[in-house]
């Protein structure tokens, strides 16, 4: 019979494709470097030619003859006195939108871990039962939309939001903390990327061995030795990966700022999409503002993996 | 024997892939005509406001008119304005106009075919001075005006003492016996903000010079230094707010939770406050210092194939009957003050005819000079940062 005699030459012809290295790896790399080709790096490439462009200010049509002008207007031209520390200057809007990015992903970054790294090194320790009903708690809120949670949040806060009518009606409020503005942002952010934290870090600290800290304790060290000494190094990658999660989207988060921020606190993703599709309509301007976001952050990840290895972030 | 038609091994007949595939084309396709079938029945594309999306008005355009109406809804002047630019396919678009010389500029839209749009004529005085200095070129109009309103602030009458209506009342902090930190809202869009800064510093300082940039050309012809002020004056303002608004859904709820007590805002969100909602407690004014005025204004696309069959559906927009639809449906005035006869008592106390003295009053909203554009905008952005 013919038929099955072609396929069984077809299939060994794939077999002995498959079998090699290079064919393998090429099959099964293949689909995602078209994905990541084609919806990462085009567009990626496309914004960066952009950034080198200017728009007719009467036409608003993009003119493409380089220019390095969209660079220079972030950097140049400032006129608010801003200091970071002791160095003063006159930052434009864009180095104060990125300076506070920064700085609230920061905190943001910070207050995750704080709160999950006891989490989940409690979750390392609990048995099968108390695990799934802790994870399945945590994870509760994150079954609705990302949009519902933030005005959820934006509910709480406010001059006549939950916390401040609760506070109002013991006598204690209204308080400016409870405002929209930063403190609600920071809020909104770290409960949006805390279970990134969280799995990271307990996919971290659950490869542990516990024995070592067993053994530390017997040799007289103190709980906060423990930690600080043996967990903390031991969960490193876990921290590193964790935080990489949290800080890089929340550098650039718009729907959280833009509702509890009520348009008082413009971070970059905010001060971009205003100058893309905004009233500035000036897509050039906004895509120069993207690069060095992408370039800071790029640099932030060669730092970051100059200490940790890329498949030591997932696990110890 | 084809080879779509092969007989199965059990004698029934099995279509083959290929043939289930092009007969489930060719059904899709007579489906897809069938339901599309309009009988040579134009349609035209129109991107909008959502208002012009609700059911009585475009079954009122469509009956009077035959037309399919496909409705693009969209929140933003400058979206509508990009999407055309960037060769969206659309027949009709309705933004403020402010924008209106930006399209024009971009050379995207057509002259204004009076011939067809025969309500033109019909349209407030005031209105077409304001097309004629906006959006003329060479003796052709390239808009029509549709629906329109105007811009003040309201305030809540349980916290707020009765004052005279000034815009003193967002940037001085005594102006009224109420503490109005953090219980102010201004809107989230230069074109609204900052011409409230420049009204406010013309009586503040005495200076009609900013107002006459509202006011004396096609364009805000602000100077730079002016531009400063107006940020320094805005930025100065922020420890007062308790935000900034970007949708009137947003300004109502805010108000209805008692999350500000003064608010800058238009008067159509007040006559829904007030008709749809049943609050009392607001009380909407026009400022001394002057007001803002926008109407929205149909242009039609250089990229339309139905140019003419557009500036009907255009011309239909301030007809009597579909112009009172459209009034319902955003609580705001008709540029057409003949839409008034379809409206009723109560509709036409909030929203009918308007005495056209009291027009004379309002500046309409401008784009920003290109000359000083970056300065404006850079500014702005330095106020939200």
Redesign the interface.
Known sequence: MAAPDRDESLRATLVGALSSDRTGLGVTALPGAVWIALLLLAPLAFMTAVSFVTRDPLTYQIVWEPSLENYRDLFVGGTTEYSLGPVGFQATAFEQAMLLSYAIATVATVLCLVLAFPLAYAMTRLGDRAFKVTIYLVLLPFFTMYLVRAYSWRLMFGGSGVLNQALGAVGVGPVGLFEYGVPAIIVGLTHAYFPYMLITLYASLDGLDFSLVEAARDLGASRVDVVKDHIVPLALPGIIGGSLFVFVPSVGAFITPQILGLGTVQMIGILIERRAIGAASNAPAAGAASVIVVLTIVVALLVVFRYVDLDELGGA | MSRQERPDDDGSRRISRRSYLAAVGASTTAFAAGCTGDGGTDTINVITWNDFAQDPVVNSVEENLDVNVEITTST?S??M??RL?EGDDFDIAVPNNNLVP?FL???LIEPVDMDVVSNYGDIYEKFRSFVDQQFTQDGDAFGVPIRWGWYGYAYNTDEVPDHDPSYRIMFEEDYVDTDLD??IVMY????KTMPVAALYLAEARDDPSYEEALTQDDRMTFTEQQI?DMRDLLIDQ?PR??????SDTTFIQ?FQ????LVGHSGRNEIVRLQENQGVENVEFVVPQEGAMAWYETAVVASASDNVETAWEVVNEYISPGTGAELARAGKSPSCNPNVADELNETEQELYGRIDPQRIERFIPFKDID?DV??AY??AW??V??
Do not use: H, M, V, W
């Not at chain 2, 939770?257 to 500000?260: D, P």
């Open positions: 933003s400058t979206e304005f990009t630019n930006r500029s971009a050379d953090s219980q989230d869009e230069a074109a400063q922020k707010l308790e935000g900034y608004i970007s805010e939770q008692g999350s500000f290109p554009a970056d905008n850079n952005e330095e939200k940062s």
